[in-house]
C-alpha cells in the first residue's frame, strides 16, 4: 500500500492552493477510500481513522476540492496515454411512480 500513498501524496503536493493540513487531510481520505471495503460515509471515515472524527470529515468536505485535477494528475502519472473516454447512463427506478431518476457515471479507462 506504499505505493498509492506515495502517488498520492505527490499529486497533492503538486495541486496549487492547499494549505499543508488540509494536504494532510486527503491524504488520509484517501488511504481511507482504498482501504475500506464497506459502504463509505462520514461516520465509517470517522471510524477507520486515527487522526479525524466525524464533524471534521463533514467540514472538510464542506470546502472545494478539485477532483478533476486531482484524477488528471493520476491518470496521466499511471496511464499507459491510450485512454477511452466512457459515459454510462443509468435510470432508478422510482417507487410509485412512472418515472425514474437520471444518474449518469464518466471514467477515464486506460486502453
Known amino acids: ?4 500513498v506515495g502517488s498520492i501524496t505527490a499529486i497533492l503536493r503538486g495541486m496549487d492552493g492547499l494549505s499543508k493540513p488540509r494536504k494532510q487531510f486527503f491524504e488520509q481520505v484517501f488511504v481511507l477510500f482504498l482501504s475500506i471495503s464497506q459502504r463509505l460515509n462520514f461516520l465509517q471515515l470517522a471510524r ?25 494528475y493520476l491518470i496521466l502519472q499511471h496511464g499507459s496515454g491510450h485512454y477511452i473516454l466512457v459515459f454510462d447512463p443509468s435510470y432508478i427506478k422510482k417507487s410509485g411512480q412512472r418515472h425514474a431518476l437520471e444518474a449518469g457515471g464518466r471514467a477515464s479507462l486506460d486502453h
Open 48 to 72: 477507520h481513522s486515527n487522526q479525524y472524527v466525524e464533524s471534521s470529515f463533514r467540514l472538510q468536505f464542506e470546502q472545494y476540492f478539485d477532483f478533476a485535477t486531482f484524477n488528471t
Open 1 to 4: 500500500m506504499l505505493e498509492p
